[in-house]
């Protein structure tokens, strides 16, 4: 009887154990998976610290390469005097195409304006007219279309502000291609007034005497890199 009762014993112990085996078997497993995993992520975070760690070497090493080879441009490009040439040429296609802008665009839109009102002195009228338009486009920061139609008295449903618009589009293109200029220029109003025509600096404009002192400036000069590659358009005195 006592013998049937340890082996009674032994089993439930046994069967204990084996239950208790039984219950922590899933957990254990789990442990183990998030143990592998916390690992793994170690592992990963050493291998980004590496690839970061060549990636800044990388890009140190080609930003180095690169301040060499701006260099090696700069002094290639120092000693090369084509590409002043271009410069220059780049400035002179300008200074034409600003010059033939003034005297037949604005020309032309002050001409047009005038015919509508006529003036006692047409022509002293019309070279001021220019000059305004001059200075609106050349000499301010911001031109501007509606101050455009002012000077040229254009009403924004008339048939001159077609012309006023047109000349305006014309002027900022003019504009944003000396901007692009890698030596930008410049649009010199400077003057003397009552002091002598300068010839290195100024034309007479329309019938102006050249003998005559300087009244005002119709158009500016354009200038860029010391070079004045067009000159100053100026109005003198009229003999008496």
């Given at each position: 009887m006592a013998d049937a009762t340890e082996t009674?014993?032994?089993e439930a112990i046994s069967g204990s154990e084996i239950d208790h085996s039984g219950s922590d078997g899933p957990d254990g497993e789990i442990e183990r998976g998030v143990l592998e995993l916390e690992s793994e992520v170690r592992s990963l975070r050493e291998v980004l610290q590496e690839v970061q760690g060549e990636l800044a070497?990388?890009?140190?090493?080609?930003?180095d390469m690169d301040a060499r080879v701006d260099g090696i441009q700069s002094q290639w490009t120092r000693h090369r005097d084509d590409l002043d040439d271009l410069q220059s040429e780049g400035h002179r296609v300008l200074a034409d195409k600003y010059m033939g802008f003034v005297e037949q665009v604005l020309f032309g839109l002050a001409r047009k304006s005038l015919a509508l009102t006529p003036q006692?002195?047409?022509?002293?009228?019309?070279?001021?007219?220019?000059q305004r338009l001059c200075l609106e486009l050349f000499g301010r920061a911001q031109p501007s279309e509606a101050r455009i139609r002012r000077i040229v008295?254009?009403?924004s449903s008339d048939a001159l502000a077609a012309h006023v618009n047109n000349a305006f589009r014309q002027g900022?293109?003019?504009?944003?291609e000396a901007h692009s200029m890698k030596d930008r220029p410049f649009w010199d109003f400077e003057f003397l007034q009552g002091g002598p025509m300068n010839a290195e600096r100024q034309?007479?404009?329309?019938k102006s005497d050249p003998e005559a002192p300087v009244l005002y400036v119709v158009s500016p000069a354009y200038v860029a890199g010391g070079v004045r590659y067009?000159?100053?358009r100026v109005?003198?005195?009229q003999a008496a």
């Amino acid at each position: 009887m006592a013998d049937a009762t340890e082996t009674e014993v032994d089993e439930a112990i046994s069967g204990s154990e084996i239950d208790h085996s039984g219950s922590d078997g899933p957990d254990g497993e789990i442990e183990r998976g998030v143990l592998e995993l916390e690992s793994e992520v170690r592992s990963l975070r050493e291998v980004l610290q590496e690839v970061q760690g060549e990636l800044a070497k990388l890009r140190a090493s080609v930003a180095d390469m690169d301040a060499r080879v701006d260099g090696i441009q700069s002094q290639w490009t120092r000693h090369r005097d084509d590409l002043d040439d271009l410069q220059s040429e780049g400035h002179r296609v300008l200074a034409d195409k600003y010059m033939g802008f003034v005297e037949q665009v604005l020309f032309g839109l002050a001409r047009k304006s005038l015919a509508l009102t006529p003036q006692e002195d047409f022509g002293e009228s019309l070279s001021r007219s220019v000059q305004r338009l001059c200075l609106e486009l050349f000499g301010r920061a911001q031109p501007s279309e509606a101050r455009i139609r002012r000077i040229v008295k254009a009403k924004s449903s008339d048939a001159l502000a077609a012309h006023v618009n047109n000349a305006f589009r014309q002027g900022v293109a003019l504009l944003g291609e000396a901007h692009s200029m890698k030596d930008r220029p410049f649009w010199d109003f400077e003057f003397l007034q009552g002091g002598p025509m300068n010839a290195e600096r100024q034309r007479v404009w329309g019938k102006s005497d050249p003998e005559a002192p300087v009244l005002y400036v119709v158009s500016p000069a354009y200038v860029a890199g010391g070079v004045r590659y067009c000159l100053q358009r100026v109005v003198t005195a009229q003999a008496a």
